[in-house]
């Protein structure tokens, strides 16, 4: 199994709502991260996991709060967004984070979110 | 964190071989450079990564000078469905930071018939 798996697909939300994101591997990665992305622009970091301990977070508004129960799991909470935390929103995995190569990132097909 | 500088767009047609250039003057010793590949509403996928001279796999090249102030991703025969936005990272995630996990613009490569 070499999938990132992200639900919903699509997300409909008001302003006043809670909902979560949710993002599962089965690769035995020990990294998970989340990324924000807009229309035409690149994917930007969000939060970064590693061994289910919360290792980067990139100055993210805590409307937004991530949470990894196990090494598969990966969840963001959204409560009290903005109409501009419209975006997709993609979960990746890797092997590892720490010093040497990189490592691959695999990427899910993204949460689309509209917030009205 | 190494910063990477790419064309914002190419034009090709099918069948020719497509390359891709990506700046990164200030690359350090530990950086790996790797590419990805996006369609639109999907997420990036993973094309090829390397450290030096030349790497190979089944769908790219990826050429790397001495200095490795700069890399080339090489696309063999394209074809329409190589019409994405490619995206070079440098980095080495050394110590958990954020470096090789940062995207620039990318390059929206359009392949014609």
């Known amino acids: 199994d070499t999938e990132v798996t992200q639900t919903p697909k699509h997300l409909v939300m008001g302003m006043t709502n809670k909902k979560s994101l949710k993002c599962e591997q089965h690769m035995g990665h020990r990294a998970m991260y989340w990324y924000k992305q807009k229309a035409k622009k690149p994917p930007e970091l969000m939060f970064v996991?590693?061994?289910?301990?919360?290792?980067i977070n990139e100055s993210v508004p805590s409307r937004f709060s991530p949470e990894c129960p196990n090494s598969s799991l990966l969840n963001l909470h959204l409560h009290a967004l903005q109409p501009e935390d419209s975006a997709l929103y993609l979960c990746a995995s890797s092997l590892r984070t720490g010093t040497g190569r990189t490592g691959e990132l695999f990427f899910g097909e993204g949460s689309r979110l509209t917030v009205l | 964190l190494a910063k990477t500088t790419q064309p914002i767009s190419m034009d090709s047609y099918e069948g020719q071989e497509v390359n891709i250039t990506c700046s990164h003057n200030n690359i350090a010793t530990n950086d790996y450079i790797t590419w990805y590949q996006q369609f639109p509403s999907q997420g990036p996928r993973f094309i090829i990564q390397g450290y030096k001279t030349k790497v190979t796999n089944e769908v790219a090249s990826l050429f790397i000078p001495a200095d490795r102030k700069s890399s080339t991703l090489s696309l063999p025969r394209v074809s329409l469905s190589d019409t994405a936005v490619y995206y070079c990272l440098v980095g080495d995630n050394a110590g958990g930071g954020a470096d090789g996990l940062t995207f620039g613009k990318g390059t929206h490569l359009i392949i014609q018939p």
């Open positions: 996991y590693s061994y289910e301990k919360l290792s």
